[in-house]
């Protein structure tokens, strides 16, 4: 091999590696640098962020119970002015609290035949058929006696005792979800200052954790005048008296059993069924009584929807290249939605079934004003996206909302936690 084509291939071989160990050399020198920066997740150049969770807060409520009113007179059988007196014809009807008499047999099924005497009716029970009582004079038939009733009752009551619990409360921690969008306008290299919307929404049932009962003794005292209208009535032709009729008694249907309610003697011994009738004929009496009733009003349910808009300012610094700690301040804007539902039970002395029950349900909805302050902390867990762990306190006016008898007044300023995930842009 020629010596002098050696001596130039090692020639050149030098000047390479001259030329390339500066260019080596630099590039080992910048390794550690870029692995510690893809270390510490050192975000991009971000001004917005938004971020999504979860929210958990107490709400509470201070109830009052108030005197259960009006007064349910069923309890206690009723008030009632009703005397409707005598049927006297026609094509009305009279009605009792046991049945009733009327029309005229005639004006609804032979108006062309005037007025007959007797009237159709409905009896309700057999109490009120009396049969035998007397004989028709002309054929010899019997004749029963058909008692309707109605009375007049009038009174007042007293309230007695004391109630109790006369007022107690109660709160829940409810769960919801959050949602935020920030806006950074300010930054240094370790500070930066934002402007941060954020939308809450909770759900709390607050009077669920205790039984919210009060209980208060209503007595009544009352006068009551019964009536008892009595009638004729042709057992010989009817059929109300007969064993085995059934009742309620329908004496106003077309068939052989319509009418024989004698309402008019005169009229009625004019037709071929004889005589010896007595006219309608009615008896009152009264009397006076005590009643005595328990009146227990509870809670059935509260449940508190409270939907929260904030606008904050918020401070934050870098405390690890994967850590920012910060603090939140601003007014909120509290959309409180609530329904509340209460009942009474009406218990005459000495029953555990209730009499009657009164039920109420109202809905409400308030906007309140606020303040909140608030301490976040987010981590990261790439270039853009973070967790983001968030405390504080919202101030929030109080609500006021009823339900029948009862009251509630909404403690919505409380403590606020939450977690969420959120991503810079």
């Not at 938004?50 to 958990?56: I, K, L, S, Y």
């Not at 002395?349 to 608030?374: E, I, L, Y």
């Amino acid at each position: 091999m020629n010596l002098s084509w050696v001596t130039a291939f090692m020639r050149l071989n030098l000047i390479i590696i001259n030329l390339a160990l500066p260019a080596l050399s630099g590039l080992a020198e910048d390794v550690p640098s870029k692995l510690e920066q893809a270390a510490t997740f050192a975000p991009a150049e971000s001004r917005w962020s938004v971020t999504a969770g979860a929210e958990v807060r107490s709400l509470g409520a201070d109830f009052r119970m108030a005197r259960p009113a009006p007064l349910n007179t069923t309890v206690f059988g009723g008030l009632s002015n009703r005397d409707p007196g005598l049927y006297r014809g026609g094509s009305g009807t009279v009605h009792y609290a046991d049945g009733q008499v009327g029309p005229d047999y005639n004006s609804a099924f032979a108006p062309s035949a005037g007025a007959g005497g007797d009237a159709l009716g409905i009896i309700d029970n057999a109490g009120q058929v009396k049969p035998n009582v007397r004989t028709e004079t002309t054929f010899g038939t019997p004749i029963a006696e058909l008692r309707f009733h109605s009375y007049q009752v009038t009174g007042g009551d007293a309230a007695r005792g004391t109630m109790h619990p006369y007022g107690a409360s109660d709160s829940d921690t409810g769960l919801g979800g959050s949602l935020s969008f920030a806006f950074t306008f300010k930054s240094t290299e370790k500070d930066s200052l934002a402007a941060v919307l954020g939308w809450s929404c909770v759900q709390s049932n607050p009077g669920s954790g205790q039984p919210l009962v009060s209980a208060q003794g209503v007595t009544r005292h009352q006068s009551q005048i019964n009536h008892t209208y009595i009638y004729d009535y042709d057992q010989g032709s009817g059929t109300a008296a007969n064993p085995g009729a059934g009742f309620p008694f329908d004496a106003s249907s077309s068939a052989g059993t319509a009418g024989y309610i004698v309402y008019n003697p005169v009229l009625y011994s004019g037709q071929p069924t004889g005589d010896g009738f007595l006219g309608p004929r009615e008896i009152s009496q009264g009397g006076s009584s005590t009643v005595k009733a328990t009146a227990v009003t509870q809670v059935t349910g509260l449940r508190v929807t409270l939907n929260e808009i904030n606008l904050a300012v918020r401070w934050e610094r870098l405390l690890r290249p994967w850590l920012h700690a910060g603090i939140s301040v601003g007014p909120t804007l509290n959309i409180v939605n609530s329904d509340f539902s209460t009942q009474t039970a009406w218990y005459l002395s000495g029953s555990h079934t209730p009499a009657a029950v009164d039920r109420w349900r109202q809905d409400h909805s308030q906007v309140k004003a606020g303040f909140m302050g608030q301490l976040t902390a987010q981590a990261d867990i790439s270039p853009r996206l973070f967790v983001e762990f968030h405390a504080g306190y919202r101030w929030v006016a109080d609500a006021d909302v009823d339900s029948g008898p009862a009251s509630a007044r909404l403690n919505l300023s409380s403590w606020a936690g939450g977690i969420g995930v959120g991503i810079r842009f």
